[in-house]
T-cell receptor
Framework: NAGVTQTPKFRVLKTGQSMTLLCAQD?????MYWYRQDPGMGLRLIHY???????AKGEVPDGYNVSRLKKQNFLLGLESAAPSQTSVYFC???????????????FGPGTRLLVL | QKEVEQDPGPLSVPEGAIVSLNCTYS??????FMWYRQYSRKGPELLMY????GNKEDGRFTAQVDKSSKYISLFIRDSQPSDSATYLCAMDSSYKLIFGSGTRLLVRP
C-alpha cells in the first residue's frame, strides 16, 4: 500500500512550457485535491475532485487544469508555465463516505517545480 | 484579512518545554479543526482533529477549540527535538480545507 504518490519529484521548466503532474492513490479514495505551498502562504487549494469524472475550482485555479479520468489518478496540468507558478505542489486524497473534512486527508510527498 | 491566521514563528524552545501553537479564524461555519505536522521537504501529516468545541488529548498532544472566540490551540507537553517541524492548522469548508500559513517549531536538545 503506497498511499499517495506524486510524479515527478522535481522539475525545472522554462516560461511558456507545459507539463503535467501526476497524483496516484491506491486507497480507493473518492476525493482528491491539488494544493500549492509557498513560503508564508500555507497550503492553497488549486482544484479538487469529489469523484471520477468530476473536478471543481479551488482558491487559486488560474493557470492550471485538472482531469480525473480514473478514480485513482488526478492530473494537474500547466499549459503555459509562468515564474509565479514556482512552488511545491501537494496532492491529497480522502476516503469514501467522509465529509471531505481534513480529518481524513492524506498527502503525497510533493513535487517541487521551478519555472525560469 | 485571511480566513485563518497563524503566527509563522519560528518558535524555539528547549527540550522538555510545553509548547503552545495557536490559530484564529473568521468563519463561524467551520466545524472540523485539524492540526497537521510537516517535516522539512515532506508532505503534511494529520496530527489531530477536533469536531466543534472542546478538548482532545492524544499522548503528549492536546488540541483545544474555542468556537466562541474563533480560536484553536495545540499544546505539546514534554517537547522533543523530533517535534521540530512546521505545524499547520486547518479548517473544513465543504469538501475543502483552509490552512493557516504554519508555525515553524524548533526544539533545542
Amino acid at each position: 500500500n503506497a498511499g499517495v504518490t506524486q510524479t515527478p519529484k522535481f522539475r525545472v521548466l522554462k516560461t511558456g512550457q507545459s507539463m503535467t503532474l501526476l497524483c496516484a492513490q491506491d486507497m480507493n479514495h473518492e476525493y482528491m485535491y491539488w494544493y500549492r505551498q509557498d513560503p508564508g502562504m500555507g497550503l492553497r487549494l488549486i482544484h479538487y475532485s469529489v469523484g471520477e469524472g468530476t473536478t471543481a475550482k479551488g482558491e487559486v485555479p488560474d493557470g492550471y487544469n485538472v482531469s480525473r479520468l480514473k478514480k485513482q489518478n488526478f492530473l494537474l496540468g500547466l499549459e503555459s508555465a509562468a515564474p509565479s507558478q514556482t512552488s511545491v505542489y501537494f496532492c491529497a486524497s480522502s476516503p469514501p463516505g467522509s465529509t471531505g473534512g481534513g480529518e481524513t486527508q492524506y498527502f503525497g510527498p510533493g513535487t517541487r517545480l521551478l519555472v525560469l | 484579512q485571511k480566513e485563518v491566521e497563524q503566527d509563522p514563528g519560528p518558535l524555539s524552545v528547549p527540550e522538555g518545554a510545553i509548547v503552545s501553537l495557536n490559530c484564529t479564524y473568521s468563519n463561524s461555519a467551520f466545524q472540523y479543526f485539524m492540526w497537521y505536522r510537516q517535516y522539512s521537504r515532506k508532505g503534511p501529516e494529520l496530527l489531530m482533529y477536533t469536531y466543534s468545541s472542546g478538548n482532545k488529548e492524544d499522548g503528549r498532544f492536546t488540541a483545544q477549540v474555542d468556537k466562541s472566540s474563533k480560536y484553536i490551540s495545540l499544546f505539546i507537553r514534554d517537547s522533543q527535538p523530533s517535534d521540530s517541524a512546521t505545524y499547520l492548522c486547518a479548517m473544513d469548508s465543504s469538501y475543502k480545507l483552509i490552512f493557516g500559513s504554519g508555525t515553524r517549531l524548533l526544539v533545542r536538545p
